[in-house]
């Protein structure tokens, strides 16, 4: 049993599902095409008085304008596929032949995740990119976005990165919770549910409960600049986005070898 | 048919004390048994026995409360590669829907560093090359039992655990499965495979362990199993039923109505632990007439039901 060998059955595992090719390119139009939508519209009515506001958040914040509306919308595939990466092998039995073959378990986990964090990335930074040039191509004739603006490098390359966590975030809650419909359900709560209703509730401390939130926090470092309401700056927030993480990924871990498979 | 050597571990299971619960519930009671290499080791036991349970024991995908299960004097865990040691089927059903037969087989092959052919081979034992790139949720039962043979046959392994593999097979499947586990165990290998029909295990099995409500009912030959449970039943048919009775219930044996018993007033009963001509002495030395006195062969099925009737989980008694 080799680490080469187990990525390799990952690798077939994840590859040979039809969900997999699904959500990958549900992502991909959703994330791509909502952005380039949405730009168009900004564009298409810049000179219309209700769209000031736009106007400047594209200047202070670029990337959470072009970014927001179309990965905002296809994070929720990646949530969904981290999800069924883990918890299809539940549901189908299937991980009673991987535990079989590999009585350890801790390396399926891993080789997993690493398979899936590699695949997730490589899918956003294509789609992160493709969705860049393309808006700001959009734009280009209003406002000149480009990626040796301030802090522009760092939330492009910081929206590939949360989209990678949030796959190994919704992997985790896939494997803790073992039922696909469950799971998806908790993990969309967790990053469109929950975060604005905690933002409705008055008081510093809520705000800051808010701002700790998983995917509130993760969002941060896709943003090119600090907003006045945010507790926490881009790579604090990303790193409270990685502790949530890694504590979930560790539970997993713990309950899939103490639990009967 | 194969093309690597038989794993070198020795192929003995053994269990020592096994014993899991399930909430309340006892599913495996203090367990020990050992299955032999070379033979085809049946285990039986009514539904809800605990036989799939002790298997995932040993396979390490259930933890035991207690006790111990250990294949060649080491725990499922300790094996560096598994599926070359060990071949499992469980449940048939345990397959990604979405996956081709080869993909799954594939994927098992890679986590042993095994090569991909051997994915084809095995696939070819089992007679589903043909359907080797669908997908497996379009498979019948009996396809998806082939391919948990093939995914079993994988690492070529010296011992085999095969729950229910006759489950959704038809008859030449059955008569398929049968001669290849025989064949495996001439080759020297340990097969253990579990089942709660009776005649089948009868016409496959060298060996039976027999459990119920997870307790060890039996550990024998077949042959042994069958001749001690066919011995002892004989038929009886007399007008003077009571008189007779006293006398068989007075050496110690038991006697139950047969049939609707008494009608024209002969009583017809069944006894057991006296054997045919004691019981034909009895009746001469007190002057019954006999009109029937037959020892029973009983089928395999009623031994294996009586043996176990006190350890079915669900019964319908009430309905009787």
Known sequence: MTAVGLLEAEWTKIRSVRSTVWSLLTFVVVAIGFSALISTVISHDWNSPGNHPNHARLLTDPTAVIFGAGLGLGQLAICVLGVLVISSEYTSGAIRASLLAVPHRIPVLVAKS??????????????????????????????????????VTRAVIGAILYLTVLGLFALAIGGLIRHTAGAIAIVIALVIVVPPLVGLIPGTI???????????????????????????????????????????????????????A | MTSLPVAEVTGLIETRELTKRFGDKVAVDHLSFTVSPGRVTGFLGPNGAGKSTTMRLILGLDRPQS??????????????????????????????????????????????????????????????????RKRVGGFSLGMTQRLGIAAAMLGNPGVLMLDEPANGLDPEGIRWVRTLMQQLAAEGRTIFVSSHVMSEMAVTADHLIVIGRGKLIADCSTQEFIERSSERSVLVRTP??????????????????????????????????????????????????LHELAPRLASLEEAFMELTADSVEYSDRSAR
């Open chain 1, 114 to 151: 690493v398979v899936w964090a590699v695949l997730d990335f490589v899918i956003s930074a294509i789609t992160v990119f493709v969705t860049f040039f393309l808006t700001t191509a959009i734009l280009h004739s209003h406002v000149s976005i480009s990626l040796s603006g301030p802090g």
């Open chain 1, 206 to 260: 809520a705000n800051h409960i808010h701002g700790y939130l998983p995917t509130v926090a993760g969002g941060l470092v896709s943003q090119t600049s600090q907003q006045p309401a945010d507790v926490l700056s881009a790579w604090q927030g990303f790193g409270v986005f990685c502790a949530w993480t890694v504590v979930l990924m560790a539970a997993c871990g713990w309950l899939l070898v103490r639990r009967d």
């Open chain 2, 67 to 132: 006790g111990s299960a250990m294949i060649g004097g080491r725990t499922y865990a300790q094996l560096s590669r598994p599926l070359a040691t060990v071949g499992a089927l469980l449940e048939a059903r345990a397959l990604h829907p979405g996956r081709s037969a080869r993909n799954h087989l594939l994927f098992l092959a890679q986590t042993q560093g095994l090569p991909a052919r051997r994915a084809d081979e095995v696939l070819d034992l089992v007679g589903l090359r043909e359907v080797a």
């Open chain 2, 240 to 289: 003077d039923g009571d008189r007779l009775r006293e006398l068989i219930l007075a050496e110690g044996a038991q006697v139950r109505p047969e049939g609707n018993g008494g009608d024209d007033g002969v009583a017809s009963m069944v006894v057991t632990g006296l054997p045919a001509p004691r019981i034909g002495e009895l009746a001469a030395s007190a002057s019954v007439v």
